[in-house]
């Protein structure tokens, strides 16, 4: 759906993208990620038709983006980070206006449909001047879907909402991919991506620094960490004796609970327990920690 390879992107003296590498599945919900300033609103506006790149190439629905003459061009919706709307019109006066604009027209009953499926039919008539920003998103994302385009691309769509609104912008994002659509989004709320993605890019000063499924990100990340819950508190000799232990790297101890990283290795677990036989120590219980894609993000970019 979306396949760019070597985009570059200058502005004067400063190169906002330095040969970015990016692929986007149809049918996929995609998460794009990184620190601010890292390129993806530059990103993202290149890839809506709303500005053109230097070099490189960028093909959208198999369409060359620098060769288009208009943004309409492209089968896609487009939400910015702070969509605006006119305050004095209501939900249903707006979509109707969005969809009688441009070259395309919309079936009858669709606005209708849209407010619906949007959680919006029951305040349709309000002006949205009046509405809530979990409101106004959900406005964005029904004008983003109105003429039915096969991609969306959301930027920072569940920013600044309170969870109920995040809840409900992400719930909405899902049933994109339960339409068939494919999405691309991008966020700082880490922990949004993780509920909703297949897939994640993470780019840094310009470039993709990391492009992989949620569940071959995790498997590849996932370091044996365990946290080790005792019955009673654990003498200090005990502890010395578990941090010297072969496969050991390091403990951090918190009342009843020590945190123990052992080197990488599919047998961490058999070694953890053996270590603990050997001291004679009572365990209630042993889990093994799940990276967050926060650890990730932050390993991936520490230092670009």
């Not at 993202?44 to 620098?66: F, R």
């Not at 983003?144 to 909402?161: N, Q, R, V, Y």
């Not at 494919?182 to 509920?195: A, G, K, P």
């Not at 819950?229 to 609970?257: P, R």
């Amino acid at each position: 759906m979306i396949e760019v390879e070597g985009l570059k992107k200058s502005f004067k003296h400063f190169e906002a993208l330095q040969g970015l590498n990016l692929n986007v599945r149809q049918g996929e919900i995609y998460g794009f990620i990184g620190k601010n300033g890292a390129g993806k609103s530059t990103t993202m506006n290149i890839l809506a038709g709303l500005s053109k790149p230097t070099s490189g190439e960028c093909l959208v629905g198999g369409i060359k983006v620098s060769d288009i003459i208009q943004a309409s061009d492209l089968d896609l919706g487009y939400l910015p980070e702070d969509p605006k709307f006119y305050p004095w019109l209501s939900a249903c006066e707006t979509l109707t206006y969005l969809g009688d604009s441009g070259t395309h027209r919309i079936k009858p009953g669709r606005i209708q449909e849209i407010l619906e499926w949007g959680g919006l039919d029951k305040d349709k008539h309000r002006r949205v001047g009046t509405f809530s920003r979990g409101m106004k998103q959900r406005l964005g994302i029904c004008s983003a879907i109105l003429h039915d385009p096969g991609l969306l691309i959301l930027d920072e769509p569940s920013s600044a909402l309170d969870p109920q609104g995040r809840n409900d912008v992400l719930h909405l994002i899902k049933g994109l991919k339960d339409m068939g659509k494919t999405v691309l989004f991008s966020s700082h709320i880490l922990n949004d991506v993780e509920r909703v993605c297949d897939r994640i890019g993470i780019i840094a000063s310009g470039r993709m620094v990391l492009e992989k499924s949620l569940k071959d990100l995790e498997h590849s990340h996932l370091q044996p960490v365990y946290d080790v819950t005792f019955e009673e508190k654990i003498t200090e000799e005990a502890q010395k004796c578990i941090k010297s232990s072969i496969g050991v790297l390091s403990t951090e101890i918190k009342e009843q609970v020590m945190v123990i990283k052992m080197e990488d290795g599919h047998e961490s677990i058999l070694t953890l327990m053996q270590i603990l036989i050997d001291n004679n120590l009572k365990i209630v219980g042993v889990s093994r920690r799940k990276p967050t894609l926060e650890d990730i993000f932050i390993k991936e970019v520490h230092g670009l």
